[in-house]
């Protein structure tokens, strides 16, 4: 009986032992650089401004953590923290922020720190979320994701390339 055992035993050790290497101890994770950070923030403000708007702008990493923020001259002292809401948002969700407008009003909603009205887009690259970007500042929500989707467009190429 013992001797029917050990094969058995065999197997189960190998297969416990290649499911336990496939199991990674890190992840690698991609981020933007600081230089496309700045230039989808530096796009989605001079996008608004062709429009006659003045915003802040802000791009967050995947988790949510500033690494760029800029506010127009005249820009109201607010925009800063609004779009950094709505990037924060937008990370958090893998979402636009336009999208949550519904939940506003819930209590996820009503959660400090996020802000679900337009403005906030998520910023993937190969199908994978690696940070998002928030204004705010101009008249409508509406308006302010045009500016966002600008400033995304104008990196759009490099993080496919990338992606």
């Known amino acids: 009986m013992r001797l029917k055992l050990i094969p058995l035993t065999l197997a189960v050790a190998c297969c416990a032992t290649s499911v336990a290497a496939q199991d990674a101890l890190t992840v690698s994770v991609k981020r ?3 230089d496309t950070a700045v230039k989808l923030a530096q796009a989605s403000m001079a996008a608004c401004r062709d429009k006659g708007i003045q915003i ?4 967050v990493d995947r988790d949510g953590t500033v690494q760029v923020q800029l506010r127009d001259t005249i820009a109201a002292p607010i925009t800063g923290p609004i779009s950094k809401m709505k990037a924060f948002t937008a990370a958090n969700f893998n ?4 999208a949550m407008t519904a939940r506003a009003d819930t209590p996820i909603g009503r959660v400090e ?4 009205s337009a403005g906030g887009l998520p910023i993937q690259a190969g199908g994978a979320l690696i940070g998002a970007v928030g204004v705010s500042g101009a008249p409508e929500g509406a308006t302010d994701e045009e500016c966002a989707k600008a400033g995304l467009d104008s990196v759009a190429a490099d993080l496919d390339m990338a992606g």
């Open 113 to 116: 720190g996020l802000v679900m």
């Open 56 to 59: 802040g702008v802000t791009v």
């Open 32 to 34: 933007l650089s600081l």
């Open 95 to 98: 979402a636009a922020t336009s």
